[in-house]
Structures are given as structure tokens and as C-alpha cells.
């Protein structure tokens, strides 16, 4: 098990930023790749950011695509999510997500590929 915590969430207005931070308590998560999934009320959990293991290789979600950067600091064993200029859509349950890499594997998308999860941190944008 990789116990994962997220937090940074919160109630801001549109056009705001916020920083999610993800942090893991094993001392090898820096081999992992990790990846921001959010999941809105009655829609399907969906990928926002990833990002692999020495942060090399990131991918974001066309819908952040310029207004959000993943990236991390593995002495603190923590990633981070900065959202800038948010939007009502971005208003979901942030899910941070880990899973161990290879060195040359590719970034994975897909929610199914990813291992370990956190509880969540809630993210509301208001107009």
C-alpha cells in the first residue's frame, strides 16, 4: 500500500488559483508516476494531470491545458497541482493516484492503470 493524502482543496471564485498538494509516506514514491484524476457530481471520474517519476514526462488534460501545472518535489515525497484562472467546471473532488514506473514506460491515462488513491480534496469554484 502507498497511503496518499491530498489537501489544498477548497471554496475560491472563479478565476482564482489553488494548489493541491499530494503526499506519500513511502520512501520509494519518487519511482512512481502520479497523476491528478477529479471527479465531478454524476459524471465519470477523469483524468487532469500526470506527471512520471524525476518529473520528465507530464500530460494534461485538454480541458486545463494552460492554466494547470503538475509537478514535484520527491525530497518532500509530495506532488502538487497548481490551477490558476478556474472555472465552475473545475469544480469536483480532486483524487490524487500513484503507480510504480519504469524509467521508459509510458505515461499512463487511464484511471484503471493507477494502483494506489487518496480520499480526496474538494475543490468548488462559485461565479
Known amino acids: 500500500q502507498v497511503p496518499l493524502v491530498e489537501s489544498g482543496g477548497g471554496v475560491v471564485q472563479a478565476g482564482d488559483s489553488l494548489t493541491l498538494s499530494c503526499a506519500a509516506s513511502?520512501?520509494?514514491?519518487?519511482?512512481?508516476?502520479v497523476a491528478w484524476f477529479r471527479q465531478a457530481p454524476g459524471k465519470e471520474r477523469e483524468i487532469v494531470a500526470a506527471v512520471t517519476w524525476g518529473g520528465g514526462r507530464t500530460y494534461y488534460a485538454d480541458s486545463v491545458k494552460g492554466r494547470v501545472t503538475i509537478s514535484r518535489d520527491d525530497a518532500k515525497n509530495t506532488v502538487y497541482l497548481q490551477m490558476n484562472s478556474l472555472i465552475l467546471e473545475d469544480t469536483a473532488l480532486y483524487y490524487c493516484s500513484a503507480r510504480p514506473q519504469s524509467i521508459a514506460a509510458p505515461l499512463k491515462t487511464d484511471k484503471e492503470e493507477y494502483r494506489y488513491w487518496g480520499q480526496g480534496t474538494q475543490v468548488a469554484v462559485s461565479s
Open positions: 513511502e520512501r520509494t514514491f519518487n519511482t512512481y508516476a
